[in-house]
C-alpha cells in the first residue's frame, strides 16, 4: 500500500531536549516536504526537498533542521525544542513531476514543555 | 504578505443536500489550486485540482469553481453523505509544478443526519 509513514504519532518532550520525527515514503518520489498545522494558521510548510542531498526552506524553517540521505526518508529534527514549536506536524511525499498529488502521512502531535 | 483564506471557518449541511465552500486568494499571480479534505486524526487528502486558464473542473460529486476577477475558489460537494465531515483546504501555487504550495486556514464542514 502507497504510504506516507510518521513516527512517533504523539510526542511530549521537555525544551531544550534534542528529538527526531521520522517520515518514510515507499513510493519512490522524489519530492518530499514537511508541514506544521496550527489552529488559525492553516498548514505552513517547514522545510523540502526536491531529490537526494537536496533540501530547502519554506516558510517557517527556524527551528528545524531536516535532511535527505536517502530517496525515502526524510527526518525533522529539533535540536532544541521550545513550547512554540508545539504543533502537528505533516510529512508529505509527491512524484516530483506535478505537487497537485500530495501524499500525507498521519500526522506527529508535538507538545513541547 | 500573500495570503489564501477561507470565508467561513464552519459549515452544516443536512445530509443529501449540496454543500459549497469558498476561498479567497490574494495573489492574482497564482495559477494553480487545488482543495484537500482532511478527516480526523489524518492527514489532508488531494480532491481536486484546477489551473488558472479554467473556469470549473468537475469530478466524482465534487466541483471546484474558478473566478480569477474577483480571486475567489469554491468546491461544491453534492449529495452530501456522512463520510464528507471534515475539514477543507484550498490551496495555490504560482505556477503548476511549483513546489511551494500556500494554504488556506480551512472549513470545517459537518454533515447533519
Known amino acids: 500500500e502507497a504510504q506516507v509513514t510518521q513516527n512517533p504519532r504523539y510526542l511530549i518532550t521537555v525544551t531544550g531536549k534534542k528529538l527526531t520525527v521520522t517520515c518514510s515514503q515507499n513510493m519512490n518520489h522524489e519530492y518530499m516536504s514537511w508541514y506544521r498545522q496550527d489552529p488559525g494558521l492553516g498548514l505552513r510548510q517547514i522545510y523540502y526537498s526536491m531529490n537526494v542531498e537536496v533540501t530547502d526552506k519554506g516558510d517557517v524553517p527556524e527551528g528545524y533542521k531536516v535532511s535527505r540521505k536517502e530517496k525515502r526518508n526524510f527526518p525533522l529534527i529539533l535540536e532544541s525544542p521550545s513550547p512554540n514549536q508545539t504543533s502537528l506536524y505533516f510529512c508529505?511525499?509527491?512524484?516530483?513531476?506535478?505537487?497537485?498529488?500530495?501524499?500525507f502521512g498521519s500526522g506527529t502531535q508535538l507538545s513541547v514543555l | 504578505g500573500e495570503s489564501v483564506g477561507l470565508h467561513l471557518p464552519t459549515l452544516s449541511v443536512q445530509e443529501g443536500d449540496n454543500s459549497i465552500i469558498n476561498c479567497a486568494y490574494s495573489n492574482s499571480a497564482s495559477d494553480y489550486f487545488i482543495w484537500y479534505k482532511q478527516e480526523s486524526g489524518k492527514g489532508p487528502q488531494f480532491i481536486i485540482d484546477?489551473?488558472?486558464?479554467?473556469d470549473k473542473r468537475q469530478g466524482q460529486r465534487v466541483t471546484v469553481l474558478l473566478n480569477k476577477t474577483v480571486k475567489h475558489l469554491s468546491l461544491q460537494i453534492a449529495a452530501t453523505q456522512p463520510g464528507d465531515s471534515a475539514v477543507y483546504f484550498c490551496?495555490?501555487?504560482?505556477?503548476?509544478?511549483?513546489?511551494?504550495?500556500?494554504f488556506g486556514t480551512g472549513t470545517r464542514l459537518t454533515i447533519i443526519p
Open positions: 508529505a511525499s509527491s512524484s516530483g513531476l506535478t505537487n497537485e498529488k500530495l501524499f
Open positions: 490551496a495555490e501555487t504560482p505556477w503548476f509544478g511549483n513546489e511551494k504550495l500556500t
Open positions: 484546477i489551473r488558472s486558464n479554467m
